[in-house]
């Protein structure tokens, strides 16, 4: 009989979801006549732009011939990739190189499969409310997870505590669930931590694309001293709609050294590139090709038009919230709006509440953590229609 990883019998049942889905299931089947508004998701619905779609038909195109054909490709991405992600990197005024960066399958993947390279006694920081794959990817390892409290208090943006000591730190900003951005200031305060502490910093961008503001950084390396401290995930999933597309990319700069404890130094990179290349057999053709167009000066455009239709979306919710007096986060630089559950009521309850007396589903607080317990998450993922309808129902609420 196999020893089993009995770490998963620490995860806590991911009933969130679940839970949502069973609540306006039975909604529905009591009121067959009423139509259920669902800003509850955190998955995009506009679909892929013209430019993406024609290079995937160029990638399979490709396929169909000896001369063009394409088996296994290097498993950090293809270079054309790879230095379309430099440039990217280079307009938003962050000087990045090839070597350093991970073409894959998306950002889950690789904030789930990065705890390969630590090992498991270290000091474990992550924000309390999270995106769920932090803290499950490390308990499955077996891994103590020290918690920071991320709350109104501090507009859900916590920064560090110099007293307590940290080897590994999550970093999601924008954030899901509270669509909260960190400004430079706070994030080389992170950055000036991790380097007096020796830790590394696992920074998820996936949501830079929705940074309007020009001060705010859309990647960690904006900051000085990231390099030697900083792993960034990010993924064309939000930016261009990749979610089922699959394609993300993640930079390890070959400056991130630590000392092992026989003294020798070792890479990241080159530990990462090992775990890539032994588990990993790269993202396919097609997808990258595709990948490459949306990162073309005219893809981008169209990306750009995509997340402006959702950051409307999120001013008509805002604009609703902020009518109703009620204090919320995100929603400007980030698809979602975070906010505190009217009356005092706890997510769930308002969750119940929202459903029967608006026909509107969002996501309660709790489902990311304490602190969200009486948080309530909408996304600007909808229609402009139907977010419309809901906040002028939303409107007419208490
Ligand atoms: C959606 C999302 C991602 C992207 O994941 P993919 O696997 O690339 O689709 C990463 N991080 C966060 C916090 C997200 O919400």
Not at 168 to 180: F, V
Not at 257 to 280: D, I, L, P
Request: aromatic share 12%; glycine share 8%; with cysteine.
């Amino acid at each position: 009989m196999p020893k089993l990883n009995e770490n998963y019998q620490n995860l806590k049942e991911s009933y969130l979801f679940v839970e949502i889905a069973h609540r306006v299931a039975e909604y529905t089947k009591a009121n067959p006549d009423k139509k259920v508004i669902r800003l509850g998701i955190g998955d995009v619905t506009l679909p892929l732009e013209p430019l993406a779609v024609d290079a995937l038909h160029e990638g399979v195109d490709a396929m169909t011939s000896t001369e063009t054909f394409k088996g296994y490709g290097p498993e950090q991405g293809y270079e054309f990739l790879r230095n379309a992600v430099v440039d990217y990197y280079a307009e938003n005024g962050v000087s990045i190189h090839a070597d350093d960066v991970f073409i894959s399958d998306g950002a889950k993947s690789d904030t789930g499969n990065i705890g390969d390279l630590f090992a498991t006694d270290n000091v474990v920081l992550i924000p309390d409310p999270v995106y769920p794959v932090y803290v499950d990817s490390n308990i499955m390892t077996g891994r103590q997870i020290t918690y920071i409290d991320a709350n109104a208090d501090n507009n859900f943006l916590p920064l560090p505590d110099k007293n307590v000591h940290a080897d590994i730190i999550y970093i999601c900003s924008p954030n899901n669930p509270t669509g909260a951005t960190y400004n430079k200031e706070q994030l080389k305060e992170w950055v000036d931590y991790a380097l007096e502490n020796e830790a590394v910093i696992l920074f998820d961008s996936a949501y830079e694309a929705f940074i309007t503001d020009p001060e705010l950084p859309r990647s960690i390396y904006a900051i000085e001293g990231a390099k030697k401290c900083a792993i960034e995930f990010c993924s064309l999933s939000k930016t261009a709609g990749f979610t089922g597309t699959r394609c993300g990319y993640t930079i390890v700069p070959k400056e991130l050294v630590f000392k092992a404890s026989n003294g020798e130094e070792m890479s990241v990179n080159a530990m990462w590139n090992r775990r890539q290349s032994t588990k990993f057999n790269g993202t396919s053709y097609i997808v990258q090709k595709g990948a490459a167009a949306v990162f073309t000066k005219e893809g981008m455009a169209q990306c750009k038009e995509n997340i402006a239709y959702y950051q409307e979306n999120a001013r008509v919710i805002s604009e609703t919230l902020a009518k109703k007096g009620i204090r919320y986060f995100g929603g400007e630089n980030s698809p979602y709006i975070w906010f505190e559950c009217p009356n005092g009521m706890d997510s769930w309850d308002f969750f119940d509440y929202l459903l029967n007396n608006a026909q509107v589903v969002g996501t309660p607080g709790a489902g990311f953590g304490k602190n969200g317990q009486n948080f309530f998450r909408l996304t600007s993922f909808g229609t402009h229609e139907s977010t419309k309808e809901a906040m002028e129902r939303f409107e007419k609420l208490f």
